[in-house]
């Protein structure tokens, strides 16, 4: 069955959906994006990530030719009709075109480009959810606003590609004082002897993940302490245990980093409370369609 899909004003199918060749986003990657989780059919953290949307809208100078209460219609109507119960709606916002390829923004009367689409995929009985994932170090070559979730991430196709060839899932990335940013993709932690959760504090050298919060959130609910600050390669390899989040993998064991095995090599006990707690509360709280 063709997906429908959602560009600027109209539900089509997949095989007919158009936008301009000059799009900024196409020509300049001058465009921002959003991806929120969808189960049973239901929105998962969505108001943060509109929230984060709209912040990124801000950094840009960028503006949502909608309301935000369109936007949430647009999303579970895509749900309805692509039938979705598990997986993704992605959300893209570009700054249009005057019609031609031009460095200078376009006039403010020209509207930007929306586009909305749904993707199935599992999201929590997966290979990666229970067996975890190898990651290997590299070098982090991204631009300096990594705080906006934008739309040029060569650099992150660039890593999880050459991790690939390592024979790895993915990759930490590392800033130029040898401690780690986050993953190619999503949010690093690292989980110490002692049981304290040890992740790299907010800037603009990562993004703000939305399920990192709710993670860290529920850590603190629990008791874990939580030490926001950077780590080290060498802090991650002595660590008893690491995972990752994102909006797609929700909590992931990392059981390897640059072939050093944590622990015995499989899923940790404090990572699997941590994504055993997450999965119930998103399920639980992920967002109907509105009445």
């Known amino acids: 069955m063709s997906r429908t899909v959602y560009v600027n004003g109209s539900y089509v199918a997949e095989q007919d959906a158009k936008i301009s060749i000059f799009d900024r986003g196409f020509l300049f990657g001058d465009a921002i994006y959003e991806v929120t989780a969808v189960l049973n059919g239901r929105l998962v953290d969505n108001p943060g ?23 949430v219609a647009i999303q ?16 893209q916002l570009s700054r249009g075109t005057d019609g031609d390829r031009d460095f200078h923004f376009p006039q403010p009367s020209v509207q930007a480009t929306l586009v909305v689409f ?23 070559i991204r631009w300096q606003r ?22 790895a899932d993915d990759a930490f990335l590392v ?35 939305i399920t990192r919060r709710a993670l860290l959130e529920l850590a603190d609910q629990q008791g874990i302490v939580l030490e926001e600050r ?52 998103a399920a639980g709280a992920a967002e109907p369609p509105p009445s």
């Not at 990530?49 to 936007?71: K, M, N, T, Y």
């Not at 890593?159 to 390592?166: F, N, P």
């Open 49 to 71: 990530h509109l929230a984060r949307l709209e912040r990124s809208c801000g950094e840009l100078g960028l503006v949502l030719p909608i309301r935000q209460d369109q936007l």
């Open 76 to 91: 579970h109507k895509l749900i309805d009709i692509n039938q979705l119960q598990e997986g993704s709606v992605y959300i």
């Open 118 to 140: 749904t993707q199935a995929r599992k999201l929590v009985d997966n290979s990666q959810a229970r067996n975890g994932i190898r990651v290997v170090t590299l070098d982090d």
């Open 146 to 167: 990594r705080d906006i979730k934008v739309v040029a991430l060569l650099a992150a196709c660039l890593a999880k590609q050459q991790a690939q060839s390592l024979g």
């Open 175 to 209: 800033a130029e004082d040898g401690t780690i940013t986050e993953g190619s993709s999503c949010n690093a932690f690292i989980i110490d002897k002692q049981g304290h959760i040890i992740t790299r504090p907010l800037g603009r050298d990562l993004l703000h993940g």
């Open 230 to 281: 950077p780590f080290t390669r060498e802090e991650a390899y002595q660590a008893a245990e690491a995972f990752i989040t994102s909006a797609t993998s929700f909590v992931w064991p990392v059981t390897h980093i640059d072939g050093h095995r944590l622990g015995d090599g499989a899923p940790g006990p404090m990572t699997r409370r941590l994504q055993q707690l997450y999965h119930a509360v």
